[in-house]
């Protein structure tokens, strides 16, 4: 069974305090793995796609990466303002375009 | 920028009641997505579709519908509501050729 698990499920870290958050999938074939992050009653946001083992992927902050088995979001020097829920999710092969998602890290950055 | 729109934020129903959950994205996108979200389980594909009067099932579509009969709208409905359809529920859009799905901001339903 194809699968997505992500963790840890809460990560509280101090300002600056650099850490991972890590995504695992277990799935029959992958066409891609999806980044989003969510803030409190809102929609995902897209952050990051990755298609192949070895891409990386950086924007501010955040760096996805991609290995054969997971994926990592690095948070370098994190502010208050990156705090939010982040998603990962796959695209699995041959199911045209739908996503599947892990349950989410909830990340606290304190001041 | 894409927008996706949801008709409503919160919404409290009776158990029983037919509910219609409404999605309209601005983006000329082929594909939308209906989703809803609870705590520790993610976010979960209820039904998707790919065109005008075309969907799909996803993982759990007992007890919802959905409706498109506009590229543009597309609409999720709960038959008879029952407390456990207690949840948040998301729409997405993305284009073809790319998997890139943008969400709205979500309808949070209670049913009481």
């Known amino acids: 069974e194809d699968q997505v698990t992500q963790s840890p499920e809460a990560l509280r870290l101090q300002e600056g305090e650099s850490s991972s958050l890590n995504c695992s999938y277990t799935?029959?074939?992958?066409?891609?793995l999806f980044w989003y992050r969510q803030d409190p009653g809102k929609g995902p946001e897209f952050l990051f796609t990755l298609y192949s083992a070895g891409e990386e992927k950086e924007k501010e902050r955040l760096k996805a990466t991609l290995t054969k088995k997971e994926s990592f979001l690095h948070i370098t020097a994190p502010k208050p303002e990156d705090s939010a829920t982040y998603l990962c999710?796959?695209?699995?092969?041959?199911?045209?375009?739908?996503?599947?998602f892990g349950s989410g890290t909830q990340l606290t950055v304190l001041p | 920028d894409v927008k996706v729109t949801q008709s409503s934020r919160y919404l409290v129903k009776r158990t029983g009641e037919k509910v219609f959950l409404e999605c309209v994205q601005d983006m000329d996108h082929e594909n939308m997505f209906w989703y809803r979200q609870d705590p520790g389980l993610g976010l979960r594909l209820i039904y998707f579709s790919y065109d005008v009067k075309m969907k799909e099932k996803g993982d759990i579509p007992e007890g919802y519908s959905v409706s498109r009969e506009k590229k543009e709208r597309f609409s999720l409905i709960l038959e008879s509501a029952s407390t456990n359809q207690t949840s948040m529920y998301l729409c997405?859009?993305?284009?073809?050729?790319?998997?890139?799905?943008?969400f709205g901001p979500g309808t949070r339903l209670t049913v009481l």
């Open positions: 997405a859009s993305s284009p073809t050729g790319t998997s890139i799905q943008f």
């Open positions: 799935v029959s074939g992958l066409r891609g």
């Open positions: 999710a796959v695209q699995i092969s041959g199911s045209a375009r739908q996503l599947t």
